[in-house]
């Protein structure tokens, strides 16, 4: 049976997607990808079919309905009675509900976000627009998975359905040792550069950390502002911009940080409720944490022992943190951190999409 998984991007980075697809094709399922050319479409390998869209707006409020009509134009050429539909954020759902409501086939929706709760929506037109889509059609799919209990949870109280599965966005174990501390110590910030991530904040917290560099790796809108902020409060040699890094070599830095950043700010509930793959990231390295004071990510940091919460965004308290990891040092949280890359790993997640997918296809 054939799965046609289609995303909002331009697949390069989505690591979460590509592990999905990954799974669907060890498990025998014929796979094909759709996504777009949002944000470049850089060359890129898979061994299964993929389609990147054409897009021509240039703001995503155009965009994306822009996408949404011609995924309906490719998943009507694409689809038979022998196909499922896998789809991922709301982005994507209105196309594959109605193909599969006209063929009567099986939908599997993924939502790596509570969207209408995210920072960039919020108090404008577009949060009412993704609240319709979710209040009309949550409640007619039968076969949801989301990234974090804190999300399912909400979503049930939010809109009256039966729990979603929870397939949290963890990295494939990686099986290494955890790398030796250099004399400079290196603090890690991993993922898309804009605002509401605490980056700005890790920045000025540089004043008060000595011997070190804060490495920021990733691509995103505010970049330049943020290395107008290291200059403006004198930090420039602290800090180092990587930008946007291939999934490889991202894997080949991540083992090199002494800490890892994970410091969103609460700026709406799907941050807050949220568990970036960051942290994940950082543990199957074997490199420490410090996160926020949020459910999910409080749960893994204090709950493994591997690393430090922040109870706010203040530059001088975030650095007292970071501090704190720097001192007690890698080897000072090894084992918990060797526990814990055991146990967060994605052989521990993936079983759950497949019995999402197989309940969904002997439903029909």
């Known amino acids: 049976m054939r799965v046609i998984v289609s995303v909002f991007s331009n697949l390069f980075t989505d690591q979460r997607?590509?592990?999905?697809?990954?799974?669907?094709?060890?498990?025998?399922?014929?796979?094909?990808?759709?996504?777009?050319?949002?944000?470049?479409?850089?060359?890129?390998?898979?061994?299964?079919?993929i389609t990147r869209i054409s897009l021509t707006s240039k703001s995503l409020k155009f965009a994306y309905p822009e996408f949404m009509f011609k995924l309906y134009k490719e998943l009507k050429k694409r689809t038979d009675k022998n196909s499922v539909l896998y789809s991922n954020d709301l982005e994507t759902l209105i196309p594959n509900?109605?193909?599969?409501?006209?063929?009567?086939?099986?939908?599997?929706?993924d939502s790596h976000e509570m969207f209408s709760e995210m920072p960039s929506v919020q108090g404008k037109i577009s949060q009412k627009i993704w609240k319709w889509v979710e209040r009309n059609y949550f409640p007619k799919l039968n076969n949801i998975i989301t990234a974090s209990d804190s999300y399912a949870d909400w979503f049930v109280k939010e809109y009256d359905i039966a729990r979603p599965m929870v397939v949290r966005n963890l990295p494939r174990q990686q099986y290494r040792e955890q790398q030796e501390s250099k004399s400079q110590k290196i603090i890690l910030y991993q993922g898309w550069l804009n605002y509401s991530r605490g980056i700005d904040k890790a920045i000025m917290a540089m004043q008060y950390v000595e011997n070190a560099v804060l490495k920021i790796a990733?691509?995103?809108?505010?970049?330049?502002?943020?290395?107008?902020?290291?200059?403006?409060?004198?930090?420039?040699?602290?800090v180092e911009f990587l930008g946007k890094l291939y999934p490889s070599d991202l894997r080949k830095i991540t083992p090199t940080a002494d800490v890892g950043l994970s410091i969103e700010e609460n700026k709406g509930l799907s941050y807050y409720y949220s568990l970036p793959n960051k942290i994940s990231d950082y543990i199957q390295a074997k490199v420490p944490v410090v996160v926020s004071d949020f459910p999910e990510l409080k749960k893994i940091a204090l709950g493994y022992q591997v690393g430090e919460t922040i109870e706010n965004h203040d530059p001088k308290h975030l650095a007292e943190k970071i501090n704190l990891v720097l001192n007690k040092g890698k080897i000072f949280y090894k084992k918990n951190l060797d526990k814990a890359a055991q146990e967060l790993s994605w052989e521990h997640e993936e079983q759950k999409i497949i019995k999402v997918l197989e309940q969904a296809i002997h439903k029909k």
């Open 17 to 49: 997607v590509e592990k999905t697809c990954q799974t669907l094709i060890d498990q025998g399922y014929d796979v094909e990808l759709i996504g777009n050319n949002w944000g470049g479409a850089l060359e890129m390998q898979r061994h299964y079919p």
């Open 97 to 109: 509900f109605k193909i599969a409501e006209q063929l009567n086939i099986p939908l599997v929706f």
């Open 218 to 238: 990733g691509g995103g809108p505010m970049e330049a502002e943020f290395r107008a902020i290291a200059k403006q409060y004198d930090v420039l040699d602290k």
